[in-house]
């Protein structure tokens, strides 16, 4: 993919679109999933699904993305509640989408999630254990971590302050699921703390927030401010949300995505697995063109790596 910005707009504007992507503005998904299990960290193991089950019930949906213009797709399922690099090499050589894996922990759902060793283990040592994952073969692309809603308490704090360590040393980007402003807040602090450049957070789940000034405090502050819950019965608050991003001039800090799929472990046949198009059908139709190309290809580039 050409770096020249020229050539970006160019793609968006389709003075001459790849015949692959049928004409559509290439695009990147910042927060989906194609798999999650929610038994529990003290749980969960491998063999608890059928991988070949998952690729039949989640390729016609990420095929149906491919075919609207998705070129990567960020799989935000964290360590402990079902991430499967193998599962998202095999969809991603199958589809044609790059398909993106993390490393980090989860501490949202009152540490239901965050196992035994990360109770005791310092912020350094889970830090050492990311950043050692980011040597595999399969090289996760991004922190993935998670936090409580504010006031943060000890486990949430801790983790992200290994996220910013990991960030540090690697350069990955930290998306942390976020329950309020106040915890958005909080890990401003934290990420400063340990001198880690704010452009390095993601601040996932804005949407929770409804208070507008704190997103746009958030972003004023130099992170990124992700509206990743787009469905039918969100669609009006996140427009709300891209406007008021757009009348102060914070576009630029600002990403979608639709938090969709999945395959949930446990369930029949995987239960409802919501596909990844109604960001395109519905909702981008509703933005500008030029707002469309930087909220969904070049600010995804820019958060977290070209
Ligand atoms: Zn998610």
Known sequence: MGKIPGMLR??????????????????VLVHEHVLVDFVGADQIRPGR???GEVIRIALPKLE??????????????????????????????????????????????????????AR???????????????????????????VNRGPLDEIDRKLVRAAAITSRETGLKIASHTGDGAAAVEQL???????????????????????HSMHERVARAGAWVEFDGIGPQTAEFHIECV????AKGLLKRTLLS?????????????GEFRGYAYLYTEFLPRLEPAQVALLMWENPRAAFGA
Not at 10 to 27: D, H, I, M, N, T
Not at 96 to 110: F, M, P, Q, R
Not at 243 to 246: E, I, P, S, T, V
């Open 189 to 211: 602090e934290i990420v400063t703390a340990e001198r880690v450049s704010l452009e390095k957070l993601v601040w996932v789940h804005a949407q929770n927030e409804r208070d």
């Open 258 to 270: 639709q938090d969709a799929g999945w395959y949930h472990v446990g369930e029949p046949g995987g």
């Open 64 to 117: 149906e993305v491919r075919k609207l213009g998705c070129r990567r797709l960020l799989e935000c399922t964290p360590n402990f509640l079902g991430r499967d690099p193998e599962l998202l090499a095999r969809l991603s050589d199958a589809v044609g989408i790059e398909i993106w894996s993390n490393t980090g922990l989860y501490g949202a759902a009152d540490h239901k999630y965050v196992p035994a060793f």
């Open 120 to 146: 005791s283990e310092s912020a350094g040592q889970l830090a050492r254990g990311w950043i050692a994952e980011t040597r595999q073969a399969w090289r996760p692309r991004f922190i993935k971590t998670g």
């Open 49 to 51: 699904y059928d991988r």
């Open 10 to 27: 160019r793609e968006f504007l389709w003075v001459g679109g790849g015949a692959a992507l049928a004409g559509k503005p290439a695009s």
């Open 243 to 246: 406007h008021f991003m757009a």
